[in-house]
C-alpha cells in the first residue's frame, strides 16, 4: 500500500520560504508514468495544483506560480520530495498535500496532509 | 476561477440519485483529456473516486459512476446515503496551462 507524509513547519512569516518533504514508500519515482506531486487547499476553498515530479527529473509547476516554486527529489533519499515556496504570503495559508500521480493522470494516493499558516 | 466549473452545491434525499456537472473547454476535457473525480468527507484527505472518466478503484460502491462527453463531465450518486455527504471534486490536464487542473468542487448534502 502506497504511503506519503507531508513534513514541514505549521507556522510561516510573511515574505519567509515554505520549505515542505513528502517521505513516500511502496514505489519508485522511477517507475515509468508515476510522479510525486503536490496539492494545496485553502480553509473552505477547492483543492489547486501546485508542482510534480517524475522519475526522469521532469518537472511541472502551476504556470500562476511558477515563480515561486522549485520541485526537488532529495539527493539523499529516493523516497523523499522536497517542495519550496518562495515569499510566502497569508493567501498561502491552506493544507498541503503530497500525492501520488499514476500513469492515468490521476492522484490516486495522497498524503494527510500538513496545514501551513502564514501569519507573522 | 476555476479552469473546470461545477456547481456549487448538490442536494439529494436518501435513496435518491444526483448528479455533479463538470464543465472545461477545448484545452482539456474537449482535447480528450480524461477527467478524475474525487471524494472529500469532511476534516479528511481527498479520496480517489473515479479514474478515467468511468473507473472505480477498488472498494468504490457501485453507486457510484462517471462519464465524459464533449467537453463536460458527470458523476452520478444513486441510492444516496447520509455517509455521501462531502465534496466532490473533478481533475484533469490543461493542455494550454500544461497543467493539471482542478474544478471548484460541489459540497453534496444529503436531506
Redesign the interface.
Known sequence: QITLKESGPTLVKPTQTLTLTCTFSQFSLYTSGVGVGWIRQPPGKALEWLALISGDDDRRYSPSLKSRLTITQDTSSENQVVLTMTNMAPVDTGTYYCVHRRRFGDFDSWGQGTLVTVSS | Q?VLTQPPSVSGAPGQRVTISCTGSSSNIGAD??V?W?QQLPGT????LI??NNNR?SGVPDRFSGSKSGTSASLAITGLQAEDEADY?C???DSS?????????TTLTVL
Open positions: 476555476s483529456y480524461d478524475h474525487y484527505a481527498p479520496k480517489l479514474y478515467l478503484p471534486y481533475q484533469s490536464f496551462l500544461s497543467a493539471w487542473v482542478f474544478g471548484g468542487g
